[in-house]
T-cell receptor, first 113, second 115 residues
Framework: QQQVKQSPQSLIVQKGGISIINCAYENTAFDYFPWYQQFPGKGPALLIAIRPDVSEKKEGRFTISFNKSAKQFSLHIMDSQPGDSATYFCAASRGAGSYQLTFGKGTKLSVIP | KAGVTQTPRYLIKTRGQQVTLSCSPISGHRSVSWYQQTPGQGLQFLFEYFSETQRNKGNFPGRFSGRQFSNSRSEMNVSTLELGDSALYLC??????????????FGEGSWLTVV
């Protein structure tokens, strides 16, 4: 049973465009939702994270939108750059002090000049 | 501050052998968790340790085990290796405080190939 569903699997965006990646979760006990960026040959790097008490969080060009009632959250990358080309993973964990992340399957983003 | 350090980075083992992977967490981080990453299954949680105690375990067979030492360093072991164990094994560490919450930082992983 996949508890975090991520879409699309792959995404091609032109430089300067907006990249949007969506995730949906099933377990209502999840209360922490991070996004990770992974380049080939590297480990995942924490990009941005949100908790259910806010509907949106912005850090630079990266924004998480969160819809608690729909059990969905999304990552928006504004002004996408070729350097953003990577695989992005959404994840979720439950409970304060939980360090067990459930990951989506990942989205391979390609930003073309 | 140094990140999560994993050794070895690359290794090749034969079916039936065992392997031990090491992880040094970020200084001051007391929680260490391990994940397996494969193209087919993605990132899957193996187990998590805090203060030398396993707190959570994922859905993996008993061939996968781990431990944490008093200095927070951790090792994971896979015995009787199978071809399907070929994967990137990622170690992650967390600070464990009210401010950092669930923030988890990953190392660059150990690439295991089983032949």
């Amino acid at each position: 049973q996949q508890q975090v569903k991520q879409s699309p699997q792959s995404l091609i965006v032109q430089k300067g465009g907006i990249s949007i990646i969506n995730c949906a979760y099933e377990n209502t006990a999840f209360d922490y939702f991070p996004w990770y960026q992974q380049f080939p040959g590297k480990g995942p790097a924490l990009l941005i994270a949100i908790r259910p008490d806010v509907s949106e969080k912005k850090e630079g060009r990266f924004t998480i939108s969160f819809n608690k009632s729909a059990k969905q959250f999304s990552l928006h990358i504004m002004d996408s750059q070729p350097g953003d080309s990577a695989t992005y993973f959404c994840a979720a964990s439950r409970g304060a002090g939980s360090y067990q992340l459930t990951f989506g399957k990942g989205t391979k983003l390609s930003v073309i000049p | 501050k140094a990140g999560v350090t994993q050794t070895p980075r690359y290794l090749i083992k034969t079916r039936g052998q065992q392997v031990t992977l090491s992880c040094s967490p970020i200084s001051g981080h007391r929680s260490v968790s391990w994940y397996q990453q494969t193209p087919g299954q993605g990132l899957q949680f193996l187990f998590e340790y805090f203060s030398e105690t396993q707190r959570n375990k994922g859905n993996f067979p008993g061939r996968f085990s781990g431990r944490q030492f008093s200095n927070s360093r951790s090792e994971m072991n896979v015995s009787t290796l199978e071809l399907g164990d070929s994967a990137l094994y990622l170690c992650a560490s967390s600070l464990v405080d009210r401010i950092s919450g669930n923030t988890i930082y990953f190392g660059e992983g150990s690439w295991l190939t089983v032949v």
